[in-house]
């Protein structure tokens, strides 16, 4: 067989960290795809390359990174600044291959391993890329730490003292049995045993996420449990398995090998099946589930129908809820949050611009202190993180049209008071053609036309009231918009027709080649404490929110006739932003 050459070379990551990567070119003329291979934690892409070989697939380019802080790629060794910040880092790496390499996204396969097989994980779940299948080696959903309330420990030292270094507890001995792969790591000086503690308990946060809403991942998946781990506990890689959403998956378990599946001294039948399932999914058309209806079954609206069964009266978490609830009451004597939520909803505009500004007040400084826990509630923390991504797209998009010599015209659907565009607006120069924001609240209208007075923009700056779900009054807008926004909107209504008779108005509306910002939730950790205690800015009755997983929300958009080209996401995996483009019909 012909022999490959591999190309040693770098990479620009989304925060300009320069990253290294291998790459072997496929040994045919026209390549059936590409395989991304992603390192477990400590190693470097010089620990997986043998399985380049032993995969034995020629049709197929491989490329393989250096995570940051590892390897040959910057970064303070076992450092990243956070899980995200990795995991965006894969989505770079991907980006880099579609862009350098003439790749599809739709003609790759992940094959991540241990902590790569994190992070591989949790790209596909927050960002749901249109990849043909993903493969999980012995993924590291919960590594085993030898001490008792290891983690609460770390999690104190690091509150205290902040960030610090942890040498792993892992020999070569507890990864494989194969003598050639023990010496190699004994002798490697590029494998970096120490991690840093924000990473070791952001992966632990993370994976505990994934885990439990594993049935969003809709890409077909391969879960490889090697039968003797001493490094991770076997247990969790079970559950997300079995929650899984796509209904291609595979779960093979091997019996005496050790964590490094695919470096063990009998890993031929792991990289048998492996080779298989990568061969199966080319074989195969690649289609991913529909799920433009959703909202009338599977595990978010299972969710739903739990949240708004009613607790039986006197269990005790109906009782919780209610001294929460009277808790809550309480302290709307006393922080304005509170009071501006009992007032005009807790997912009011009104609600929203005064988290924006985040500025704790009220009566007394205990009501000062309350207004704070309030305004640091991570829901409230993964809106302020949103307000820059939104900005950030908004940006990028006014770009873009101004790239391609098309005359700027704003429309924000449904506004608020429509802060975080006035900021972007003020500083474009020359000012767009027209920003049009809507809402259907009264008070954010007013609000949001006092707004616009008292920062000059009445020249360019219009709001007025509309209603966001009106197909033919979103179609009618003049001037057409060349960006429109909608944010915050569609995570407040459940069921999926109305956001597709807005998104339906929106394809109309759009010029050919604009673009379309549209914001996410597809996770929230606290879900059922919002159900049970905070009341929604419609009706005053229970807020119960249904998650849409980011691929039901890419394809509600897709079928208005626009396709994702960017996105951003929170640390916390609650907020999405993306920027999407307007295909001409």
Same mark, same amino acid.
């Given at each position: ?93 991907? &980006? ?22 994190? *992070? ?23 590594? +085993? ?42 002798? &490697? ?52 398995? =079995? ?20 470096? =063990? ?81 807790? +997912? ?9 500004? +985040? ?32 900005? =950030? ?35 474009? &120069? ?41 197909? &033919? ?82 394809? *509600? ?29």
């Amino acid at each position: 067989m012909k022999s490959r050459t591999v190309t040693e070379t770098t990479f620009s990551a989304h925060d300009g960290a320069n990253l290294f990567y291998r790459h072997w070119p496929a040994l045919t003329d026209n390549p059936r795809g590409a395989i991304v291979l992603l390192h477990r934690g400590h190693e470097h892409s010089g620990r997986i390359a043998h399985v380049v070989s032993e995969l034995n697939l020629p049709e197929y380019s491989f490329f393989a990174w250096d995570a940051r802080g590892h390897g040959l790629s910057a970064g303070e060794r076992g450092f990243s600044p956070s899980a995200a910040t990795s995991v965006r880092d894969v989505k770079s790496f991907v &980006d880099h291959i579609v862009s350098a390499h003439s790749v599809q996204a739709s003609n790759i396969v992940v094959i991540g391993q241990s902590i790569g097989a994190v *992070l591989a994980t949790a790209w596909v779940h927050d960002y749901a890329p249109d990849i043909r299948a993903l493969v999980l080696a012995a993924p590291a959903f919960s590594v +085993n730490l030898r001490i008792p309330l290891a983690r609460s420990a770390l999690r104190l030292k690091q509150a205290v003292g902040g960030n610090f270094f942890v040498k792993s507890y892992v020999t070569a001995k507890k990864l494989t049995r194969d003598p050639a792969r023990i010496a190699t790591y004994n002798d &490697d000086p590029l494998i970096s045993r120490p991690i840093a503690s924000n990473m070791l308990l952001d992966l632990h946060d993370l994976s505990a996420r994934l885990v439990e809403d594993a049935a969003a991942i809709t890409t077909p998946t391969q879960v490889l449990i090697a039968g003797k781990d001493r490094v991770v506990d076997p247990a969790p890689q079970h559950r997300f398995y =079995e929650r899984l959403g796509t209904p291609v998956k595979e779960r093979h378990v091997f019996p005496g090998l050790l964590h490094d599946v695919l470096g =063990e001294k009998d890993r031929q039948q792991v990289i048998k099946s492996v080779r298989a399932f990568v061969l199966a999914n080319f074989d195969r058309p690649a289609a991913a589930p529909s799920l433009l209806d959703a909202d009338k079954h599977g595990a978010t609206r299972r969710e739903v129908d739990r949240l708004r069964t009613p607790l039986p009266a006197y269990s005790p978490k109906a009782l919780y809820w209610a001294g929460l609830r009277l808790a809550l009451r309480l302290g709307g004597w006393f922080s304005k949050g509170l009071r501006i939520g009992r007032r005009y909803g807790f +997912n009011s505009g009104t609600m929203l611009d005064y988290v924006y500004q +985040n500025r704790p007040k009220g009566l007394t400084p205990l009501g000062r202190a309350l207004d704070r826990a309030y305004l640091n509630a991570i829901g409230w923390k993964g809106i302020r993180q949103r307000k820059p991504h939104l900005e =950030e797209l908004l940006r990028s998009a006014i770009a873009r049209v101004r790239d391609a010599g098309q005359p700027l015209h704003i429309l924000d659907l449904a506004a608020g008071r429509g802060r975080y565009v006035l900021d972007v607006v003020e500083a474009v &120069d020359p000012p767009p053609q027209s920003v049009l924001l809507r809402d259907i609240s009264d008070v954010n209208v007013e609000g949001g036309t006092e707004l616009i007075a008292y920062r000059g923009l009445d020249d360019t700056v219009t709001f007025a009231k509309g209603d966001a779900f009106d197909t &033919d009054d979103i179609a009618a807008i003049d001037p057409r918009p060349t960006v429109a926004i909608v944010s915050g909107l569609y995570e407040l209504v459940p069921d999926n027709a109305a956001v597709r008779d807005s998104l339906e108005g929106l394809g109309q509306a759009v010029r050919d080649g604009g673009y379309l910002i549209y914001t996410g939730q597809p996770w929230h950790p606290q879900l059922e404490m919002i159900a049970r205690t905070l009341t929604d800015h419609k009706d005053g009755e229970p807020w119960i929110m249904r998650r849409r997983s980011q691929v039901e929300l890419d394809q *509600l958009v897709a079928a208005a006739g626009f396709k994702k080209i960017d996105q951003r996401i929170d640390e916390w995996g609650i907020f999405t932003v993306s920027l999407a483009q307007k295909i001409a019909s």
